[in-house]
């Protein structure tokens, strides 16, 4: 898988790209994520990515000349083969797990992150095939944004993940959430471990799990549960 990243803030971005899995992924060939600083698709003398909105109000906007240019150098070197544009905004759908296992299965995404106020309104009529948000609070930048995003995709793509079954048993992947985890010591200042964890049952292992991971889900996410039966 492709991901282009274009953000007016590179450096944000850059790091977590370079730590733990989204790095041996990258390392390993399974993803190829480039960022885009947005100031290099400047048309003009000053580099000026942002202006003030019209009809007056606060807030700068991100220029739609650079974005246009930076998506559209993108598509071009690809034949247009790009599979979404997408805008992370809070105005979006909410990212769910879901939409990753969906995203994870496209070729080639594009992530544009806004700023300010947020990225002229033809930007999204005319290049944006999706907007997704991570939540219902504004941050300062689709930076973060984008990268929950990769991350939440990236670790489903096949190989990604060392154990392949441990994304699987992830909380949302079924509609439950997890079971509790333990690792050793099998005792730590008289707390103990579930005794079941220890028999090496599997068959009872896996019930236990499952029980566990119905009742938490009845506790703490009903709602859940309520989408399984729809
Ligand atoms: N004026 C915008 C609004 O109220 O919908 C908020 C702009 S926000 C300050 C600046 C940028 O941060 C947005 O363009 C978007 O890229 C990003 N952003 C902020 N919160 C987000 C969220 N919950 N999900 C996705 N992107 C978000």
Redesign the pocket.
Known sequence: MRIDIITALPDIVEGPLQQSILRRAAERRLVDIRVHDLRAYATDKHRQIDDYPFGGGA?MV?KPEPLFACVEAIQDEVDGKVDEVI??????QT?DQPLANRLSMKDHLVL????????DQRVRDALVTME???????????????LVLVDAVVRLIPDVLGDASSALTDSFQDGLLDAPVYTRPAEFRGLRVPEVLLSGDHQRIDAWRDEQRIRKTKERRPDLLACEKD
């Open positions: 807030g991100l805008y992370l905004t809070p105005d979006g990212l544009i992150a806004g700023h300010y106020k947020g990225i997704v948000s991570i939540g219902d609070y504004v941050l300062s930048g689709g930076e973060l944004p984008a």
